[in-house]
Every structure is written in C-alpha cells, then in structure tokens.
C-alpha cells in the first residue's frame, strides 16, 4: 500500500522562484494537511482542506497557496520562494472530513537559497 | 493561544529502564490528543489518539494516558528500537476551521 507519496524528495531552489511540492494518497481519505518542520519549532500546519474542493488556512500559510481539485491530491504552492521557507514539508490524511488521526507521508527537504 | 511543550527534550535510558514522557497543553476546547514516532528522515507515524480525561491506550511497550493539562506516554522495558523522536499533538475547535498543535519532540535514545 502507497498511503501517501510527496515529490521531489528534496529540492534546491533559487530565492524568487516558484515551486509546487506535490502529494499524493491512495486511501480516499477525507482531509488532507500541510505541515513544515523546522528544527526546535515542531511541525507547523501550513494550510488543509476538509474534503475534496474546500482548503483553510493553518497557523502558518502566508507566502504558501494550496488546491484541492480532486479527493487524492493536494499540491502545495510557493509562488515566490524565500530563504526563511527552507524548511521540511510534510503532507498528511486524515480519514474524517474534520480532522482526527493524521497519517504522514515521507517529507520533502526544501532549500532556499 | 493553543499550546504544547513536551519534557524532557532528550532522554538517554538503557535498555530494560522504563520511564515516561510528559506532554502539557493549553487548549480551547481539545479535539483529540495524539500521539506519534518520527524517525530520523522520515514522516510522523501514529501511535495513538486520547479524546478525553482519563483514558488509557496501550500498543506494545507504550501506554499513553490523559488528563485535563497533559498527558503521559509510558515506556515499560525499552528496547534499541524504541530510539525516536516521540510528537505530541492536539487539535482544538477553531471558529470556521480547525487546528493541529504539535509539540517540539522528546528525543528519545534507548542503549543496549
């Protein structure tokens, strides 16, 4: 079973430059989530979407743009990258549309530059 | 402001010595508290949810307890394997949307 896939698996990118991290999950969960992960801070909720065609934003979204088109991915979108955005990318599901136990995909490591 | 701290950071145990981990909150109106292991270079994975005061889960050597302010996870006779990084988090009741509060991690390192 895939669960969830992220690609790419880390990144290099120059400042000023756009890039989608991509997420994909194959369990027909509900909810999906966008988290970063910086080193002392814990994992941060960048954006979600309850269910397919709806998104929110988490505690951290300026500077981050999200799309829901279908049930099974969920592409996170930096339009113009800053160094302050290096940082771990963590895609999450959840099987309820509000949320409950959470399952993690692999992570992308994103460095701005 | 919801919050969460996990204590201690880092925990050195030999193998065989049990001992526990603490996650304390601040939240307005929990949703779920939630419990999960990250390895090194890989994504969280679930271990457990609590959703009220006084309730107790248990999966091998863990055991994860709740009460209103924290809540503990109990490792009894730890192995080298148990070596992770251990994530506390809980979601609150937001107006309109919701909210995932993860603490920083205890480091945890079991020795042979």
């Known amino acids: 079973t895939a669960g969830i896939t992220q690609a790419p698996t880390s990144q290099i990118l120059a400042a000023g430059r756009s890039m989608t991290l991509r997420c994909t999950q194959d369990?027909?969960?509900?909810?999906m989530y966008w988290y970063r992960q910086d080193l002392g801070l814990g994992l941060r909720l960048i954006h979600y979407?309850?269910?397919?065609?709806?998104?929110g934003k988490g505690e951290v979204p300026d500077g981050y743009s999200v799309s829901r088109a279908n049930t099974d991915d969920f592409p996170l979108t930096l339009a113009s990258a800053v160094p302050s955005q290096t940082s771990v990318y963590f895609c999450?599901?959840?099987?309820?549309?509000?949320?409950?136990?959470?399952?993690f995909g692999p992570g992308t490591r994103l460095t701005v530059l | 402001e919801d919050q969460v701290t996990q204590s201690p950071e880092a925990l050195r145990l030999q193998e065989g010595e049990s001992s526990s981990l603490n996650c304390s909150y601040t939240?307005?109106?929990?949703?779920?508290l939630f419990w999960y292991r990250q390895d090194p270079g890989k994504g969280p994975e679930f271990l457990f949810t609590?959703?009220?005061a006084g309730e107790e889960k248990e999966k091998e050597r863990l055991k994860a307890t709740l009460t209103k302010k924290e809540s503990f996870l109990h490792i009894t006779a730890p192995k080298p394997e148990d070596s992770a990084t251990y994530l506390c988090?809980?979601?609150?009741?937001?107006?309109?949307?919701?909210?995932?509060?993860f603490g920083p991690g205890t480091r945890l390192s079991v020795l042979p």
């Open positions: 999450a599901s959840s099987p309820r549309r509000h949320g409950d136990t959470q399952y």
């Open positions: 369990m027909r969960h509900n909810a």
């Open positions: 979407s309850n269910t397919a065609g709806t998104t």
């Open positions: 939240v307005s109106g929990l949703r779920g």
């Open positions: 609590l959703y009220s």
């Open positions: 988090a809980v979601q609150a009741m937001v107006r309109g949307g919701q909210n995932f509060v």
